[in-house]
């Protein structure tokens, strides 16, 4: 069974300053994908980054990166230089044969 | 390339009432996912397919909730009969393999109430 725990229900960060969103989970799948999606108010799921068990290296997306430490079962990602369109729900993921959703955390980025 | 398309966009049921949604994933991804998603919480896996065969309904409550993807392209999401715990965003997703390096697109969902 897979299971996704995010502890922070909620950030506040100010702008153009960098925030780490945890994430860790459990399973017992060898491959495996961790994915963050971003959901802003208006519902829609906007898939932002991926990392593979196998992927030695972090992943970056433009201001998305994610610290990948595997022993730790831990996927956090750090969106920097934060902007007001940055506020939104954030899901971590995990895929083997299906993909499960943390609880989400909720960012709020101020002026 | 067009996204993953839902309709209806909203949708104000009574309880006891019947309601369908409709998805059309994006062009060439195999697999299809249907997702409910609660309020406040994160989604839920209804029911997966590939191609147009189930490959995990084990969330799905099969005594009022029915889905199908025929032809293996669009697919349809049934309640019947709607309870008040129903109301919830309805989330179809779709991705190019059956892998866990493939991501999911999502379409925008539809907004459920049950009065």
């Known amino acids: 069974a897979q299971k996704i725990t995010q502890t922070q229900p909620g950030m506040f960060v100010q702008e153009k300053e960098a925030v780490t969103l945890d994430c860790t989970y459990d399973?017992?799948?060898?491959?495996?994908?961790l994915f963050w999606y971003k959901q802003p108010s208006s519902g829609e799921m906007i898939f932002l980054i991926y990392?593979?068990?196998?992927?030695?290296q972090n992943a970056t997306e433009g201001r998305y990166s994610l610290n990948f430490q595997k022993a730790r079962k831990s996927a956090n990602l750090v969106i920097s230089a934060s902007q007001l369109g940055d506020s939104a729900m954030y899901f971590c993921?995990?895929?083997?044969?299906?993909?499960?959703f943390g609880a989400g955390t909720t960012v709020t980025v101020r002026a | 390339e067009a996204g993953v398309a839902q309709s209806p966009r909203y949708k104000i049921i009574e309880k006891r009432q019947s309601v369908a949604f409709w998805c059309n994933p994006i062009?060439?991804?195999?697999?299809l996912y249907w997702y409910q998603q609660i309020l406040g919480q994160g989604p839920k896996l209804l029911i997966q397919?590939?191609?147009?065969?189930?490959?995990?309904d084990s969330q799905l409550p099969k005594d009022r909730f029915s889905a199908e993807r025929l032809k293996g392209v669009d697919s349809t999401l049934k309640i019947q009969p709607a309870k008040l715990e129903d109301s919830a965003v309805y989330l179809c997703?779709?991705?190019?393999?059956?892998?866990?390096?493939?991501?999911?697109?999502f379409g925008n969902g539809t907004r459920l109430t049950v009065t």
């Open positions: 062009s060439g991804h195999a697999t």
């Open positions: 990392q593979g068990s196998y992927d030695e």
């Open positions: 993921a995990m895929r083997g044969y299906k993909l499960s």
């Open positions: 399973t017992s799948d060898q491959s495996y994908g």
């Open positions: 397919f590939q191609n147009n065969g189930v490959v995990d």
């Open positions: 997703a779709s991705s190019l393999e059956f892998s866990p390096n493939s991501p999911l697109h």
